[in-house]
C-alpha cells in the first residue's frame, strides 16, 4: 500500500500555464521531501527537495512547499514548458536513512 | 561519467527461469538501491545496500535476492521469475542516506517481461 499518495495521475497545461501536484503521507521517519523528474525511457532525478527548516523551497520556476501540520507538501511547476512535461515523483522517507517511499507519479503534459 | 550502469536494458524471460540484473556505479557512492516500477505504483524498494558489505530488505523484497559484490556493483536476482515480476528495475545510488539531503542517482532500467 502506498504510503505517499499523489495526486493528480496526470494533467494537461498550456504552455505559461501553472501545473500544480500534491503529495500526503501518512509518517514519516524525518522531514526531507524529495521530488524527482522522469522522462520517458530514463530513469528518475532529483528535481528539488525540501527539509525540515522551510516550508517553501523556491528553484527557478519549480516551488515545492510543505505543510507539516496536514502531512501535505506540493510541487508547483511556473510558467511551464513543454520541456516539462515529464512524470513527476514526490517521495518521503520510510523508516530510516535509505528507505523512500514513492507516489504513485504525475504526469504532466504541457502543450505548446 | 556514467553515473549508474545497468544491465541488460531488456530481457525477456519464461516462467521459472532464472536472471542476474547487473548495476555498477562509478560515482564512489557507499549506498545503492534497487527499485522496481509499475504502472500506477510509482517506485517500490525491493533492497538495499547502506553500505559494502550489508544488504537489507525494502517494501517488496519476495522473489528476489542481492549480492553486494563490491562498492561498485549491486546485483539483483530472480531465481524463479513469475509473471507478477514483469516490471521496470532501477538501481539507484547514493553517497550516504537521505537524512542529509543526498540525491539518489538512477540508472536507466532494465525492462524486464515474463511470459
Known amino acids: 500500500q502506498q504510503q505517499v499518495k499523489q495526486s493528480p495521475q496526470s494533467l494537461i497545461v498550456q504552455k505559461g500555464g501553472i501545473s500544480i501536484i500534491n503529495c500526503a503521507y501518512e509518517?514519516?521517519?524525518?522531514?526531507?521531501f524529495p521530488w524527482y523528474q522522469q522522462f520517458p525511457g530514463k530513469g528518475p532525478a532529483l528535481l528539488i527537495a525540501?527539509?525540515?527548516?522551510?516550508s517553501e523551497k523556491k528553484e527557478g520556476r519549480f516551488t515545492i512547499s510543505f505543510n507539516k501540520s496536514a502531512k501535505q507538501f506540493s510541487l508547483h511547476i511556473m510558467d511551464s514548458q513543454p520541456g516539462d512535461s515529464a512524470t513527476y515523483f514526490c517521495?518521503?522517507?520510510?523508516?530510516?536513512?535509505?528507505?523512500?517511499?514513492f507516489g504513485a507519479g504525475t504526469t504532466v503534459t504541457v502543450r505548446a | 561519467n556514467a553515473g549508474v550502469t545497468q544491465t541488460p536494458k531488456f530481457q525477456v524471460l519464461k516462467t521459472g527461469q532464472s536472471m542476474t540484473l547487473q548495476c555498477a556505479q562509478d560515482?564512489?557512492?557507499?549506498?545503492m538501491y534497487w527499485y522496481r516500477q509499475d504502472p500506477g505504483m510509482g517506485l517500490r524498494l525491493i533492497y538495499y545496500?547502506?553500505?559494502?558489505?550489508?544488504?537489507d530488505k525494502g517494501e517488496v523484497p519476495n522473489g528476489y535476492n542481492v549480492s553486494r559484490l563490491n562498492k561498485r556493483e549491486f546485483s539483483l536476482r530472480l531465481e524463479s521469475a513469475a509473471p507478477s515480476q514483469t516490471s521496470v528495475y532501477f538501481c539507484?545510488?547514493?553517497?550516504?542516506?537521505?537524512?542529509?539531503?543526498?540525491?539518489?542517482?538512477f540508472g536507466d532500467g532494465t525492462r524486464l517481461s515474463i511470459l
Open positions: 539507484a545510488s547514493s553517497e550516504v542516506g537521505v537524512r542529509v539531503g543526498q540525491p539518489q542517482h
Open positions: 509518517n514519516t521517519a524525518f522531514d526531507y
Open positions: 525540501i527539509r525540515p527548516d522551510v
Open positions: 517521495a518521503a522517507p520510510l523508516g530510516n536513512d535509505y528507505k523512500l517511499s
Open positions: 560515482m564512489n557512492h557507499n549506498s
Open positions: 545496500s547502506a553500505s559494502e558489505g550489508t544488504t
